[in-house]
């Protein structure tokens, strides 16, 4: 599991992202790929899966 924090999610349109604590990475987060209800700011821990686009976090819950 990775640490991180949520820089951004819509709720409405069902997607945001998440910057990795330890690279500043940022990764893609789809509503689906949640375990617990996020809102900006949130400290998350996650998992990466291959997307479309690159990795997307999955399994996201608020840590």
Sequence with gaps: MKNGRVKF????????????????????????GLIDRISEGDHVAFDLKDGKKGLNAIDVRVV
């Design 9 to 32: 999610f819509n709720d409405t349109k069902g997607f945001g992202f998440i910057t990795d604590s330890e690279t500043s990475e940022e990764y893609f987060v789809h509503v689906s």
